[in-house]
T-cell receptor
Framework: EADIYQTPRYLVIGTGKKITLECSQT?????MYWYQQDPGMELHLIHY???????EKGDLSSESTVSRIRTEHFPLTLESARPSHTSQYLC????????????FGDGTRLSIL | AQKITQTQPGMFVQEKEAVTLDCTYD???????LFWYKQPSSGEMIFLIY??????QNATEGRYSLNFQKARKSANLVISASQLGDSAMYFC?????????????FGAGTRLFVKA
């Protein structure tokens, strides 16, 4: 049973479009993350947040931006999509307690034509 | 610099045998956490096991155990009595301490194939 939701599940769109990937969680977690993952490959952290109005860039340089206006919502925006942005984007959340794992959404598979 | 290293891109194991998936990490923090996740071909991420840096005993969860060697900075996952359903990608992850901003980063993964 998923308590973290990502929409859309799949998106095929043309170059230059503005895209927002949605992520919402109902668990009240303060920490949220965005990872980029090509099929069968490693997860690259692109953004994370400790709570409302907190956002940090991850280890992978990304042309995307995020916002955290509400605890449950952590959208990712690409202002101008390019073919190099084609990938899967995974959203995750976790509690602050150090032994608590991340809960992942089902991902958004993005294809930029 | 890569902070989580999984040196085995792919591993094969015979059904019912045990297999060890390697993970080494690099951090200067004293407090950190190590996680293993399983990602089947369907794509979901499934949490398997956790080891805290101050835990003195190796973590165990059912058929999964973590061989934690702090001085060597390794946190290998051991799967006992492999099953066909264990075929998947396995990721080692580290929740960094204050020096790393408390973020969680992942290794490149190991693809495990269980043979009947």
């Amino acid at each position: 049973e998923a308590d973290i939701y990502q929409t859309p599940r799949y998106l095929v769109i043309g170059t230059g479009k503005k895209i927002t990937l949605e992520c919402s969680q109902t668990m009240g977690h303060d920490k949220m993350y965005w990872y980029q993952q090509d099929p069968g490959m490693e997860l690259h952290l692109i953004h994370y947040s400790y709570g409302v109005n907190s956002t940090e860039k991850g280890d992978l340089s990304s042309e995307s931006t995020v916002s955290r206006i509400r605890t449950e919502h952590f959208p990712l925006t690409l202002e101008s999509a390019r073919p190099s942005h084609t990938s899967q984007y995974l959203c995750a959340s976790s509690e602050w307690a150090e032994n608590q794992p991340q809960h992942f959404g089902d991902g958004t598979r993005l294809s930029i034509l | 610099a890569q902070k989580i290293t999984q040196t085995q891109p792919g591993m094969f194991v015979q059904e019912k045998e045990a297999v060890t998936l390697d993970c080494t990490y690099d951090t200067s923090d004293q407090s950190y956490g190590l996680f293993w996740y399983k990602q089947p071909s369907s794509g979901e991420m499934i949490f398997l096991i956790y080891q805290g840096s101050y835990d003195e005993q190796n973590a165990t969860e059912g058929r999964y155990s973590l061989n934690f060697q702090k001085a060597r900075k390794s946190a290998n996952l051991v799967i006992s009595a492999s099953q066909l359903g264990d075929s998947a990608m396995y990721f080692c992850a580290m929740r960094e301490g204050p020096g790393g901003g408390f973020k969680t980063i992942f290794g490149a993964g190991t693809r495990l194939f269980v043979k009947a």
